[in-house]
């Protein structure tokens, strides 16, 4: 959701103010974004909960080094990233589930192609939680978030070029990994037509 810059920043000040009401506005503007980047760092819905929730804690215990000058959402996103980072490093490990939010389903779909879909979903979310961390946050900053190559370089305090070289790897081998899969998974439908 896109808020005008004006509109954002008074209510920054006024939160830093200490106002509830102000911080929990930018809370509603914010937080299906950084539920969405959390959720696609970790692909576990309860994980991805407590560490959206501990984001937005962490941005009320710090609103106070928040500058106006750089975006807020980019910051939360930093705090988001590194609070979904600990909840993984807690939870010591990485589980595709609760795909049913990628709201990938074509409901004009017949039975056998909704499953075919539902699996290459949970292929790609797979793929997706199979990259290091540190090109799986581009990526889905990039490509699910639609931030810029800028914000997400504010966001990680990483150059550009960075942020760039991240995103192509990351591309490559989701292509890789999924052009394999794929290729197994028609190759055994093939094999049970006949």
Not at 48 to 72: K, M, R
Not at 164 to 174: C, D, I
Request: glycine residues 2%.
């Amino acid at each position: 959701m896109t808020v005008p810059a004006i509109n954002e920043i008074e209510l920054v000040t006024r939160a830093q103010r200490g106002e509830r009401d102000a911080f929990s506005e930018l809370v509603r503007i914010h937080a299906q974004g950084v539920m969405n980047v959390v959720y696609r760092m970790c692909g576990d819905a309860r994980v991805a909960e407590d560490a959206a929730q501990e984001t937005f804690i962490q941005a009320w215990l710090h609103l106070a080094s928040y500058h106006p000058q750089t975006s807020l959402r980019s910051w939360l996103y930093r705090i988001a990233v590194n609070a979904a980072t600990d909840m993984l490093r807690k939870e010591k490990r990485i589980l595709p589930s609760a795909l049913e939010d990628l709201h990938l389903q074509d409901p004009q779909l017949g039975p056998e192609a909704l499953l075919f879909q539902e699996e290459r979903t949970a292929m790609v979310q797979k793929a997706i939680l199979s990259l290091p961390e540190a090109s799986r946050v581009v990526l889905v900053m990039r490509e699910y978030e639609e931030m810029s190559y800028q914000e997400i370089a504010d966001a990680l305090s990483i150059p550009v070029g960075t942020v760039m070289s991240r995103l192509n790897y990351a591309r490559k081998t989701l292509r890789d990994k999924l052009e394999q899969k794929i290729f197994v998974q028609v190759e055994a439908k093939n094999v049970q037509a006949r």
